[in-house]
Each structure stands twice: as structure tokens, then as C-alpha cells.
């Protein structure tokens, strides 16, 4: 009796969910989800029943939104500003499940704060609602799941571990101390490895060029075609390179194809960006032309230290280091 008691009470304080989708499917796979997490699913409505429902709701921690079967509802947009604004008060969290290529046109739509799943699989949906049960990720039975729990730390701790090398970087050159090092061969970054890959004819004070760093980017994927590409993911690395480019070459850069470039499942890309901007690497930047897409660009702090990088690594090169 006690242990049926301690369950119920259990089951009663539970966080409580609500999916809006037009996909049974979706739904359905939500719904397994959820009790696999210990979360209550409490329905699943269309865009155009979900303010009515949402009014029902004394208490409500989180609603997950299925874009891809709701983003042509002219329900849609009320919606969510009554989300963002949280009318009713209910302060739930907000999960949506996108495909890549709808994911410009959301994160112009989306709250901030949203959570969102880019062409996720099974194990990235639990991760996700994991953490409305938070600390108790006990709860969770699939060892895969709590790997993915124990990689979103890891993120967030190496993010946190460039931000400081980037800063102490940029730092570096703004004292000019990073001069005192010209001639010398056994100059090192820490935390950054050098490529041997740049052209040896760079000079100390010449300027990198984005052509030299596409050809970085371009011998980094030609491991893919001989080694498991899993062995060499350094999505934070990718991303800096991607976006130092696009600086260099005075090109803008799309959420959707920055997630492409990091080269690991847009969901995990996602988190990247999510984390560097938190540690003032990366900016948001509105599309002035186009309201529908956001762009990301290095931090001033970013762009000074990758210059700081990419002159140290010519010097190496110099020295056949």
C-alpha cells in the first residue's frame, strides 16, 4: 500500500505536458517519450484548439510544438505570441520539432528560449523532456540517453574552456604581446592545435584569407572519406572556421548553414550555438533584407583571436612546425 501510494504521489506531481501537431504519428512517439522521462502527456490539439485548451490548464511546465505539421496554420502566429507573452501565466517551457529546412524561418518566429529539435531522432526528443524532470535524470533507463544528458554538460564545460583561450587570445593582441613571439619556433596556442595545412608562405604580418581558411575546412572533410567521421567531430572548431571565412570573405551565414557546417546532427549544432553565444563567441544578427532569417557571426573577441591563431600557425609553418 505504501509503494502504490509513494507511486501515485509521484505520478500527481509530475510535470505536465501538452503537444499541439497535426501529426498522430508524432504524437504517439511524444507520448512514449514522455512516460519513458516520467511526464505526464496530458493531450494533443491542433493550432487552432490550443489556446482554448491552454486556457484550461491550472498547471503546465512544458508545450511541444510540432512545426513541421503546424507551420502553415493561420492559428500559428497568435499562438505563439501568446506563448512568448505567457498570457495565462502557466510559465512553461517551450520544445519544437522542425526540419532543417525550416529552421531560418522558426528561429525568427520562436521565442528565445524555445528548445528546438532539428531532425531529431528518438533519443534527442527524451533528452529534451529529460530536463523538465530535472535533477532526477535517474528516472531515465536508456544508456544512450543519459550519454546524451552527460554530452549537453560537456558541451556547455568546452564551450566555457574556449571562451577563455579565445579571450586570453584576443587579450593577448590587444597588449601586443602577441608581437614579442615573431621569429620564434616554438610558439603554441593553448587549447588550439596547429594545422600544418596552411600554406608555409604565409607571412608573420600578412592577413589570412578566407580562400586559405575554405582550404582548411575542405582537408578537415577529406579524413571523412577514409576514417569514421565521429572520430575527428569538433563542432565548436568547424563553426569558428565556417564563420571565419564567411567574415573574411564578407559573407553572411544562415543558423541552418552553420548547422551544416559543424558536420554533426543539427540538434547538437544547435546546442553549439546556443552555448558559444551564451559565452560571447558567436552574435545573432537580424536579416535586414529578410525577417524570416537570422544570421551568425563572430564575436569582435572571436575574430581577434582566430586572426591571433591563424598568424601564430603561419609562423609555425615557417619553422616546418
Known amino acids: 500500500m505504501t509503494n502504490d501510494l509513494s507511486a501515485s504521489e509521484q505520478q500527481i506531481s509530475a510535470p505536465i ?31 487552432g484548439q490550443a489556446w482554448e485548451r491552454l486556457q484550461q490548464q491550472v ?17 500559428l502566429p497568435a499562438l505563439l505570441n501568446w506563448l512568448e507573452e505567457d498570457d495565462l501565466g502557466l510559465d512553461a517551457r517551450l520544445i519544437v520539432s522542425l526540419r532543417l529546412d525550416q529552421l531560418d524561418d522558426a ?65 593577448t593582441n590587444a597588449t ?11 610558439i603554441s596556442v593553448p587549447g588550439l592545435a596547429a594545422s600544418p595545412f596552411l600554406p608555409s608562405a604565409i ?35 568547424d563553426m569558428l572556421l565556417d564563420l571565419m571565412a564567411a567574415k573574411l570573405e564578407q559573407k553572411r551565414v544562415a543558423v541552418s548553414s552553420l548547422c551544416i557546417a559543424a558536420d554533426v546532427p543539427a540538434t547538437t549544432a544547435l546546442r553549439w550555438i546556443k552555448t558559444m553565444a ?6 545573432r544578427i537580424a536579416d535586414p533584407t529578410d525577417g524570416r532569417r537570422i544570421f551568425i557571426e563572430l564575436s569582435e573577441t572571436a575574430f581577434g583571436a582566430m586572426k591571433e591563431y591563424f598568424r601564430a600557425d603561419g609562423r609555425l609553418s615557417r619553422f616546418g612546425a
Open 203 to 237: 607571412e608573420e604580418d600578412a592577413p589570412i584569407t578566407g580562400a586559405e581558411v575554405r582550404h582548411l575546412i575542405r582537408i578537415r572533410r577529406v579524413r571523412n572519406q577514409f576514417f569514421n567521421g565521429e572520430l575527428f567531430a569538433d563542432p565548436a572548431w
Open 17 to 47: 505536458m501538452i503537444m499541439i501537431a497535426e501529426n498522430e504519428y508524432l504524437a504517439a512517439q511524444a507520448s512514449r517519450h514522455a512516460d519513458a522521462t516520467g511526464i505526464r502527456f496530458g493531450a494533443v490539439v491542433a493550432p
Open 176 to 186: 601586443g604581446t602577441a608581437s614579442n613571439n615573431a621569429g620564434r619556433s616554438d
Open 278 to 283: 551564451d559565452n560571447g563567441l558567436f552574435r
Open 107 to 171: 528561429l525568427t518566429r520562436l521565442p528565445r528560449d524555445a528548445t528546438v529539435l532539428c531532425n531529431a531522432d528518438e533519443l534527442d526528443s527524451i533528452v529534451a523532456l529529460s530536463a523538465l524532470t530535472a535533477p532526477s535524470t535517474h528516472m531515465l533507463n536508456d544508456i544512450g540517453a543519459e550519454h546524451k544528458v552527460e554530452q549537453l554538460s560537456m558541451i556547455s564545460e568546452e564551450v566555457q574552456r574556449i571562451a577563455r583561450v579565445l579571450a586570453s587570445l584576443s587579450t
Open 59 to 75: 498547471v503546465l511546465d512544458a508545450v511541444w510544438l510540432d512545426w513541421e505539421s503546424c507551420a502553415e496554420s493561420a492559428a
